[in-house]
T-cell receptor, first 111, second 114 residues
Framework: GQNIDQPTEMTATEGAIVQINCTYQTSGFNGLFWYQQHAGEAPTFLSYNVLDGLEEKGRFSSFLSRSKGYSYLLLKELQMKDSASYLCAVSRLNSGYALNFGKGTSLLVTP | NAGVTQTPKFRILKIGQSMTLQCTQDMNHNYMYWYRQDPGMGLKLIYYSVGAGITDKGEVPNGYNVSRSTTEDFPLRLELAAPSQTSVYFC?????????????FGSGTRLTVV
């Protein structure tokens, strides 16, 4: 089975940096994904890590440590539009590479 | 526009009724998935398919059925609707298990069973 944990809620200030952590336990690990989901909308792809280290894409970066079962999503220069739910998901080699999601972290960006 | 199309967007069912949630993708993706999302619970995998004619159960398959007769279509069938099936349903697809471009999600179907 799998267990994916991430904080339920976070609050940060516009222009600041926020780090959202995710820990996981799984067999057949095939990669870790981060998705953004605004209320009432579908999840949208942010990043993918399969090897240890940092992946940077503009204001968003994601880090993975496979030995520790740990990832984080780093959001820089926060904007009001970044207020959303951030979903950590693990892909497994079996189950057709289906994603197993954490419960999501609701991020509120305040002025 | 290329992507994953889900219909309907909203539906209200009475207990015991049946319906099919439609999902179509035009990206020639082999892998397709159905998820349900309940408030505060994250997305749960219902069924998945790795290609036409091949389907398998996910984490929460009870009360649902699927078929995959073509690469493009992956409908989800609810036979006897129950209040516990009130949820938002998302269909997703990927070309290669998400390695290149992640998984593409449809806009969702919001289902209420009363």
């Amino acid at each position: 089975g799998q267990n994916i944990d991430q904080p339920t809620e976070m609050t940060a200030t516009e222009g600041a940096i926020v780090q959202i952590n995710c820990t996981y336990q799984t067999s057949g690990f095939n990669g870790l994904f981060w998705y953004q989901q605004h209320a009432g909308e579908a999840p949208t792809f942010l990043s993918y890590n399969v090897l240890d280290g940092l992946e940077e894409k503009g204001r968003f970066s994601s880090f993975l440590s496979r030995s520790k079962g740990y990832s984080y999503l780093l959001l820089k220069e926060l904007q009001m539009k970044d207020s959303a739910s951030y979903l950590c998901a693990v892909s497994r080699l079996n189950s057709g590479y289906a994603l197993n999601f954490g419960k999501g972290t609701s991020l509120l960006v305040t002025p | 526009n290329a992507g994953v199309t889900q219909t309907p967007k909203f539906r209200i069912l009475k207990i015991g009724q049946s319906m099919t949630l439609q999902c179509t993708q035009d990206m020639n993706h082999n892998y397709m998935y159905w998820y349900r999302q309940d408030p505060g619970m994250g997305l749960k995998l219902i069924y998945y398919s790795v290609g036409a004619g091949i389907t398998d159960k996910g984490e929460v398959p009870n009360g649902y059925n699927v078929s995959r007769s073509t690469t493009e279509d992956f409908p989800l069938r609810l036979e006897l609707a129950a209040p516990s099936q009130t949820s938002v349903y998302f269909c997703a697809s990927s070309a290669d298990g998400g390695f290149s471009y992640g998984y593409t999600f449809g806009s969702g179907t919001r289902l209420t069973v009363v």
